[in-house]
DNA sequence: GTACCGATAATGGCATACCATTATAGAGAA
DNA sequence: TTCTCTATAATGGTATGCCATTATCGGTAC
C-alpha cells in the first residue's frame, strides 16, 4: 500500500481488496481472524469508504465473511463448501465443453491444441508453475469458447473463489500423470467435435481433480493454517 | 418511499433497491434510459450512499448497467442475453435435479408432489398467478433439495435476472398444457429417484419453456424499449 | 454462584463535502 | 460549415462525522 492517497485518485477500492486478497490467499491471514474495519482502514492510511467497499468485494468471492455487528472475519475453507463449489465448476465446465463443441472455429481448437502440447511440455519438465497456469488457462479457453456470456462469468466468478484451495493446496506430481492422459481424452473428443464425450470427459476430469478434497486432504489444508496467533498488526 | 427518514434505520439500500427494482421489472422505467444517482436520491430523499449501493445491487442483477462516466443506465434485454441466462440455469436445475433424486427424503418428495398437484388444481382453475407461484416455488425446491449451497445461491442469483423477462412476457395458457405434462414426468423420474432420468426431463422442460425467447416473441420487448430519446429530465 | 441489568465500546449505516476525471456543449478559429 | 479547443456540468471516488443498534463486559442483586 506504499503509496500516496490525494482524494479522487482511483482505485483505492482495488488496491485495498489486492492486498487483502493477497494476504488472506497466502494464508498469512488466518481463518476465523477478524478483519476490523476501522482499524485496518487506519493501517492501510485509507478512509472507512473504500474499506467497506473491498471487505464487501472479498465477501462476494467468499474470501470474509461479513458478520452483523461484529465484522469482517476471514472466512475458513471449508471442505464441504469447496467440494460443493468444484462440483458446480464440473457442471458449468462440462456445459461449456458441449457449447464449445459447436461454436469453436478449427482455428480455435488449433490453438487450445497448441496450449495442450505447451502443458505437456511444462508437465515432461516438472514445470510446475507453468503447468499450471497452462492448465487453468486451456479451461478458461473452453469455457470462454462456450459463447455463453453468462456461463462465462459466473465460471470466472467460481474459479475465483476455488482458486484459494488451489493455492493452498499443493498439488502432488504423481497426480499429474492421471490428469494429463485425462486432458488428452477431453482434447481428443473436441477434436472429433463430440459434444456429449467431450463434455463427460471434462467432468469426469474436474471430478477426479477435485476428489482429494473428499478425502480429507483438505482438513490438512485448514489444519495448516491453525498454527500463529498473529503478532502481526492488522490483525 | 413514503417514509420518515431518520438516520440510522436501516434498510434504505433495500428500499431504494425494491423501488428501483419494481420500476424497472414493471417496465416503469424504459431500457436505456438513465438513472442519475444524485438527482434519484433527491427525488427519493436518500443521500448518494444508499443509492449508489442500491445501483450496484441492481447492476449485478443484471437491471442497470454502470457506464463509466455516463451513470447508470436501465439495462435493456437482450434476447441472446436471457437465452444464455436460461441455458445455465436448465443446465443448473438439471445438476440440482440429479442431487435431490439422491439426497431428497421421502417426506421432501412427498410435499414436492403436493406442491405439483396444487399446480395441476391451479392449471384446471386457469389461476395464472397461482399457477406461476406454485411452478417457480416448485423449481426452487428441487434446487433447495440438491443441498449444495453454492448451486442454490447461484441458481436464486440467475432466477432474479430472469424474473424481468418472466414478468414481461405474458404466457400464453395454451403453453401450460405442455408444461404441465413435462412437470409429471419430472415428478415421476423423482418418484423413482432416477437421477439422469429426472435432469434430463427437467432440462427439456426448461429448454422449452425459454425456447420461445429464441423464436422471437423477446424481440418484441426489446422493440417497445427501443424509443428513448430521453427527453425527460433524469427520469 | 448465578442471573439479571446497565455502561461502554464497536459496528453498521447514512449524510455530506471535497476533489479529480471525464463527458458535453458551446465558442472560436480555419 | 466544420473542426478544435475550452469552459462547464456531471460523475466517480474518497474522507469524515454523526447516530442508532448491538455485542461485550463488569457490577449488582438475589
Redesign the interface.
Known amino acids: 500500500m506504499e503509496d500516496e492517497q490525494q482524494p479522487g485518485r482511483s482505485g483505492l477500492v482495488e488496491k485495498v481488496a489486492n492486498y487483502l486478497r493477497e494476504h488472506i490467499v497466502m494464508d498469512h491471514f488466518q481463518p476465523g481472524q477478524r478483519l476490523p474495519e476501522r482499524t485496518l482502514a487506519e493501517e492501510l492510511q485509507v478512509s472507512r469508504t473504500p474499506m467497506r467497499e473491498a471487505l464487501k468485494i472479498l465477501a462476494t468471492e467468499g474470501l470474509v465473511v461479513l458478520l452483523p455487528h461484529r465484522g469482517a472475519v476471514v472466512a475458513d475453507v471449508s471442505p464441504r ?1 469447496m467440494q ?2 468444484a ?2 465448476l464440473s ?2 465446465e462440462q ?1 461449456a465443453a458441449e457449447l464449445a463443441c459447436v461454436n469453436a472455429s478449427d482455428d480455435d481448437i488449433a490453438e487450445l491444441q497448441a496450449m495442450h502440447y505447451e502443458m505437456k511440455a511444462a508437465f515432461l519438465r516438472r514445470d510446475r508453475q507453468n503447468y499450471f497456469r497452462l492448465n487453468q488457462d486451456i479451461h478458461n479457453r473452453i469455457v470462454a469458447l462456450s459463447g ?4 462465462i462469468e ?1 465460471h470466472a466468478n ?1 474459479s475465483r473463489q476455488l482458486y484459494r484451495v488451489r493455492y493452498l493446496s499443493n498439488e502432488r506430481t504423481d497426480k499429474w500423470q492421471v490428469a494429463m492422459i485425462e486432458h488428452e481424452a477431453v482434447m481428443a473428443a473436441l477434436a472429433a467435435r463430440d459434444a456429449e464425450r467431450m463434455g463427460r470427459e471434462l467432468r469426469n476430469h474436474l471430478g477426479k481433480t477435485w476428489m482429494k478434497y473428499a478425502n480429507g486432504e483438505a482438513e490438512v489444508i485448514v489444519e495448516q493454517g491453525k498454527r500463529e496467533d498473529s503478532d502481526q498488526p492488522g490483525v
Open positions: 463448501d460443493e463449489k462440483h458446480v457442471v458449468l456445459a455463453n456470456a453468462s456461463l459466473i467460481l
